[in-house]
């Protein structure tokens, strides 16, 4: 999950949970506060009666209203507590009332709603009564529900509003950041191009772009430094290697060995030109990479890749393998030198870790070449295959060999893959 769409998700679940709790709390205290009210309203009205009977010694006369009804009733003295409650307020339909024809029809006078009460108590001469006002709810309820509408609306708009602003702004903030990341993706070792410095406001992506860029700067230092060594190396590897060549040669001219001599000495010529190959292919592999062959032209892929398959015709006949193909016409643009070189390779590769007897395929379309031949019976292990110097136990091979033939398949744009299907392993150079 992204980071903009995991901190949406925090801070929506956050937001709604809040609302919630913050649209309950201000609920309650809207009740609470209109509650309050209409029990100072009720206070008023029991103070008034309180007054009017200390001054007249006799209950007040009750007038019908549509929103306050006052009941004066008997009872034992002292057995009245004071208190408030909720209760239900019978409002009478008068003339003037939408429900008056539905009044004469079903012989209805009025309607239950919700009312707020206090009970109280006056004492009158030597009689004492117990008061109940009660005054309608309704109008109180319906500006709790207004208000509470209102409120609720107002923090879904504000909801909204902020989902898009993160949005709009958390794309905009995070924009340093993708294209850090982008230049991540395209940064290649070999390549001159320097990663771009950022242009942010921002300290932490002013921090990250700083470490990037060291950290580009370092990787390329120390690729060309190593890649220098190698080049080198292997340059002042060929002097050697020619002196020993020529003084094994002037040995065998100027004496007569024994059998044992004889075999010291095929094993020193073994050793030296395997040590040349190496030197060889180590020093292709620096001029690929700093891309020093040039000469790209179009080249015939089906006739070259025919004239490769006749050169190892007799080593073909040597070990008995079974090779099958099937051609077609295919052009690309590219180094003729490399790519004899890239198809030798995976040739070589297909004839040295097959066995005496076995197959090899090559099926070339317009979309891909593949060689596929029979071999060992396990998977060649994919994240070690194209590495360098990595070979089998019983390979005579530098190591090297898929390793240029992966990059000169870069440098072209193509890609090399491996796969294993049983009993074929099979190499595919996909053409882009």
Known sequence: MRLFAKYNRVNLITTVIVMLFTGIVYYQ????ILNNQKDNDLNVEEQEIFNYVKI?????????????????????????????INTMYFKKWNDDNGHRQHSQQGKKEGEFEAGRGLIS????????????????????????????????????????????????????????????????????????????????????????????????AKAKYDYKDLKTFTENASHELLTPIAVINSKLDTLIQTENFSERQSKILNDLYGAVSRLNRLNQSLLLLVKIENRLLHDQEMINFRELLEEMIAQFDEIFQDKNLKVSYTLNDKEIYATRYLVEILLSNLISNAIRHNYNGGEININLTNERLVISNTGGDMALPDEKIFTRFHKSSASEGSGLGLTISRQICENFNFSLNYQFQPPFHIFTIEFK
């Open 29 to 32: 205290a809207i009740s609470w």
């Open 56 to 84: 007249n010694h006799r209950l007040p006369q009750i007038f019908e209203s549509n929103d306050q009804q006052i009941t004066f009733t008997p009872a034992k003295p002292n057995s009245v507590n004071r208190e408030y």
């Open 121 to 216: 108590s006056v004492t009158v001469g030597d009689k004492y009564y117990k008061i109940l006002i009660v005054e309608s709810k309704v109008e109180t309820e319906d500006l709790i529900r207004i208000i509470f509408f209102i409120t609720i609306s107002v923090i879904l708009f504000l909801l909204l509003v902020l989902l898009i602003i993160n949005r709009l702004i958390l794309n905009r903030l995070w924009k340093p950041f993708y294209g850090i990341m982008n230049e991540l993706r395209l940064f290649n070792i070999a390549d001159n191009k320097e990663i771009p410095k950022l242009d942010t406001a921002i300290d932490e992506f002013k921090e990250l772009n700083r470490a990037v860029l060291a950290m580009a």
